[in-house]
Each structure stands twice: as structure tokens, then as C-alpha cells.
């Protein structure tokens, strides 16, 4: 019980301290394990889903390093890009 506890309080302070990142990062934990379920079930609506979930996370970085850069922005721009491509180009040639 200890240990879920401790999750639980440092989900809420991460969520509290910096909620855009905590969506995003929410957003590509969702987009991770609709992948894995189209891996395992092969149905294309998964697919679909987690690309969809990666081009939203990959557009909010962008936004929010675009209007307070941190520390490490060019890596985050440079990581959103190659996600918002890699899903654009799923999204063309496999849908």
C-alpha cells in the first residue's frame, strides 16, 4: 500500500507543478499502450488511436516550447518533429 501511495502523491505533484507536460506525457503513456494492443490484437482502430494520441502530444510540445523554451528545447522540438513525421507518414502509407 506504501508504494501505491507513493505513486499516487507523485502523480499528483507532477500533475499540479507542470500540467501541460503532464498531459503530454499521459498522452504519449496512452499512445504506447495503444500500440501495444495493435501489436497484440491487430486491429486497426488502435493503430489509429496512438497515432492520433502522438500527434497531439508532439503539437502541444511544440506549442509549449515554442512559448516558454526550456532547457532542453531544441531536443524536445527535434523529438515532437520526429514524432508529428513518423505519424504522418503511418498515417499515409499504412491507413
Known amino acids: 500500500m506504501i508504494h501505491w501511495q ?22 504519449l503513456i ?3 499502450t495503444m500500440l501495444g494492443l495493435w501489436g497484440i490484437t491487430d486491429k486497426w482502430p488502435y493503430l489509429g488511436l496512438s497515432l492520433s494520441y502522438v500527434v ?23 523529438l515532437a518533429v520526429l514524432g508529428l513525421i513518423i505519424s504522418f507518414w503511418v498515417f499515409h502509407f499504412i491507413l
Open 56 to 78: 497531439g502530444s508532439s503539437t502541444s510540445i511544440l506549442v509549449g516550447e515554442t512559448i516558454a523554451p526550456s532547457i532542453h528545447h531544441r531536443v524536445m522540438q527535434m
Open 6 to 27: 507513493f505513486w499516487w502523491n507523485t502523480l499528483l505533484a507532477s500533475s499540479q507543478y507542470n500540467p501541460p507536460r503532464f498531459v503530454e506525457l499521459m498522452m
Open 30 to 32: 496512452l499512445a504506447m
